[in-house]
Structures are given as structure tokens and as C-alpha cells.
């Protein structure tokens, strides 16, 4: 019973999304605390590339017919979720560009942004999960 109400939710792909954006956050606030070191080169985690691996992550999950609650606890080699897990620690990448400060401010903001969001999607998938489990819809 349990799998079958996390595979009805985002939940598992909202975890990712978390941890993705509060990977990003440090390493943009590591930008704004270096940004006056000469020849520091600014980094950012590449957004495009962790979308496009969730994406993947959910097309294989679909046509595997995987559980998604295996992945809210395991790592094994069947989890769908494993190489969006690892986006943080590969997609890493440095900006030759001199970047300033308003332009990291303004990309620590927009990380934010997508971090609560996906708290705020996280908090009422649990809320319709806790009505369905105590069948008060």
C-alpha cells in the first residue's frame, strides 16, 4: 500500500530538486564570499543538465515500471533517481566570464525561488498524503 501512494506523487523527484537547488546555493554563495579573489573563476552547477537528467530519471522510471518509493531510501543500480542524485557532484563547471555581483545575487534568488517552490509542492503532497492515510478527503 505504501509504495503505491509515494508512486502517485512528485515526491521522490521533489527530494532531488531540493537537494539540487541547496547544492547550487553554496556554490553560489562560495562565488559572492570569492568574488574579490584575484583570478578566482566563478562556478555554477549547470541547471540545464540536471533538468534534462530528471527528465531521463522519469522516462526510465515509466518505462521500467519502477517503484518510486525504492528510490526515497536506496541507491541501488536500478534506481531511476541515482544519476539525478549525482548531478550535484558532476555537472560542475567553471565560468571563465567576469561575473558580478549583482549577477550571482540575482542567481542565488532565482535558486531560492525554485527551492521554496518545491518545499511549498513537498508540503502538500504530504498533507494529501496524510488525508488519504487517515481517509479524511
Known sequence: MLPSLFDATTIPALKEVINFTES?????AGN?????VPGYKTRDLSVEEFHGRLKEAFQTHREQGNSWS???SSSGPG????RVRDSAKTILHLDDSDVGLEQQ?????NNQDQHTMAIAIMSSQFRLLEAAISERV
Open 70 to 72: 525504492e528510490g526515497l
Open 24 to 28: 547550487r546555493h553554496k556554490v553560489l
Open 105 to 109: 545575487v540575482t542567481q542565488i534568488s
Open 79 to 82: 534506481d531511476a533517481m541515482r
Open 32 to 36: 559572492i564570499a570569492n568574488l574579490d
